[in-house]
């Protein structure tokens, strides 16, 4: 079972900013992958509605932790995690926990673009149809169309929604993957460099519509680009070698930063 | 960032300029290695495809007599009082009348051969031993004929087709060949009159097993071999799926699921013999059922097919990208879903050209069927899978057996037959990985 180490709340996750209250907590978050800690006890609070970007160098656990949140280490094999990750309260680590009902809760956006070999339409409606969300075909039509119109999408694909999704471009694809994890209406949506197959102009466009995104719902963003940290993000989270070093406001966090390490980050002295 | 930093070693940067035009004799000297080594390749694949033809032509050359028989034209009296003595027409009454007779009587009219029984039997010696029963059939298809004199196409003896189509020297001394001197001139005068020619030999395909070249078919071998065919479909195929998409993505990686895997591939190495073997041991002796049936030997086939599914079934699983399934599980769908939505259909093209191709392996295998009782003589076509039949190789088998000149062209008349069987079904898995390959 999972051990919960009681520990005050670290002094770098500061409490909630502003008036937004946490959504994710998670308290001396371990992941090991065999015998291997790749991230040693990460306590971060996550803010509802707000863009929380993970930076930090490669290797260093920010889609480790990201994977944490919607249970996605559950299906690598030799992946363990110890601590708590609280969403809205409940451990998602709690044996009682459904995992599915999670990951319709928790949504994720990969790397590279994943469109399903189906059908435009198909794309956006098989996680609606896999958890009955749709009364009847009308219904459906109308989550694909509002997914697809809340992704940007729905003007470039609505006279071709039954041709195959992987036919699109890049960006395309990419926004494609954002309408299908939003269709199935979660609360908090997990990015992970969702831009680095993109071109800067895709990039723009998916910038946007995660501002966009952020009225309804609670993004965490991984993200190699450090101006794409301070342009789409609230709060932004250093992590280095396994650690999160630093958490703070963005416009904090690139200004003044309290830690030796982020401030080499940030400026390029490495990663 | 760092990328670009890419240290340089001093060996690197000092080295001179290189020339690019080189040293001639070392160019030549290349081009020629390569030009050896491809002529090396076209010589390996000429050598390959001069024996496929070889094979091809000969087998044509043998096997395409048989698709004609020689036939010869009677007109039958159906009298009346021989088929259906009392006027009475049924089906039992029809099936046991003498056919034989009336033949005979009109082969005797025909050649106009007298009451001297030497002759006689050399003139009988010209008809098929199944010709009654070509003449049976035509009789019972349309009893109206009864009381009739009609020209009907009765198959002649296998001696007079090989003399028809040339296969016995005539100038050979009287005693040494088949057929008298008197009987060829028959022969002869019934060609010369049209009433003896080779017409399509559709018993070739249709008939069962037979002593008589003329009168052998091999429909008992294609159904045989269709229901063995469908056996293995109904349990190489889910069993194979079954077992590989356990292995692939529920069984835990420790030495059991190691050792099964050897196992496995063990299993597609194993001889066929030693299945039939096995098949002997357990399905005939320890379960006790038929001899020769074709579920039996489907069974044994299946066995062999089962691990060229599981290995095809477990590469065409591994094949689906991470990423569909990573697209899948993100969404919130359960483990069951994303193997019955996602990764089964992806696999499927795949799954369905190792289970062809495994099939098409099976379908011309033959030394496990001998040891189960399929090289039978059966002449009537199995109603279920487990009544008595034989298979395609082994049909090719037993006719390869047999003395006769005429069993020597229908033996590559079968395996022609089964050659196209087995072209089809591998044009089939082609096709189908063509137009299902996918790329992501
Ligand atoms: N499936 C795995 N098995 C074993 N080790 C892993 C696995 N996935 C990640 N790791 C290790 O865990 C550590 C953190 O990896 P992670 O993928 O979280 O890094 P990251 O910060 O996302 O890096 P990047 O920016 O390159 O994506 C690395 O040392 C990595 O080698
Ligand atoms: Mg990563």
Known sequence: ?271 | MTDSALPMTAAMANRAPRKLVLNEKRVRSRYAAERRFRAYGIAAIAFGLFFLAWLFVTLVVQGYGALQQSKMRLDVNLDAATLAPGGKVDDTTLRAADYTALLRTALRDTLGVGSDRAQRREAYALLSNGADNELRRIVMADPTLIGKTVPVWVSASADVDTLIKGQIARDLPENQRRLKDRQIAWVDKLVADNRLKKRFNGALFVNGASSDPEQAGMGVAIIGSMYMMLVVLLTALPVGVAAAVYLEEFAARNRWTDLIEVNINNLAAVPSIVFGLLGLAIFLNFFGMPRSAPVVGGLVLSLMTLPVVIIATRASIKAVPPSIREAALGVGASKMQVITHHVLPLALPGILTGTIIGMARALGETAPLLLIGMVAFVVAYPATPFDPATALPVQIYMWAGAPERSFVERTSAAILILLAFLIVMNAAAVLLRRRFERRW
Not at chain 1, 64 to 90: P, Q
């Open chain 1, 1 to 271: 079972m999972n051990t919960v180490a009681i520990k005050p709340v670290a002094a770098t996750a500061g409490a909630a900013s502003g008036n937004h209250a946490p959504k994710v907590v998670s308290q001396g978050v371990k992941v090991f992958y065999g015998e291997k800690e790749a991230l040693h006890g990460v306590d971060l609070d996550i803010n509802e509605r707000e863009v929380t970007a993970l930076i930090g160098p490669s290797g260093c656990g920010k889609s480790t932790y990201l994977r944490c949140l919607n249970r996605m280490n559950d299906v690598v094999e030799g992946c363990r995690v110890e601590g708590s990750i609280k969403i809205d309260g409940d451990d998602i680590y709690d044996r009682r926990i459904d995992v599915v009902q999670l990951r319709a809760r928790v949504g994720m956006v990969f790397q590279k673009p994943n469109p399903f070999p189906k059908s435009i339409y198909e794309n956006v409606a098989y996680g609606p149809r896999i958890h009955g969300i749709a009364q009847g075909k009308n219904e459906l039509d109308e989550i694909v169309e509002s997914s697809l119109t809340r992704a940007g999408l729905w003007k470039e694909v609505k006279d071709r929604l039954d041709k195959p999704g992987t036919g699109l471009s890049g960006g395309q694809q990419q926004r494609l993957c954002i309408a299908r994890a939003i269709a199935v209406s979660p609360e908090v949506i997990l990015m992970d460099e969702p831009c680095s197959a993109l071109d800067p102009i895709a990039t723009a466009r998916i910038e946007e519509l995660i501002d966009e995104l952020r009225e309804n719902y609670t993004i965490v963003i991984v993200t190699h680009s450090m101006q794409q940290a301070a342009r789409v993000s609230q709060r932004t989270a250093f992590f280095h070698l396994g650690d999160l070093v630093e958490y703070g406001d963005t416009s904090q966090i690139f200004t003044n930063p309290k830690e030796e390490r982020t401030q080499a980050y940030i400026t390029g002295r490495f990663g």
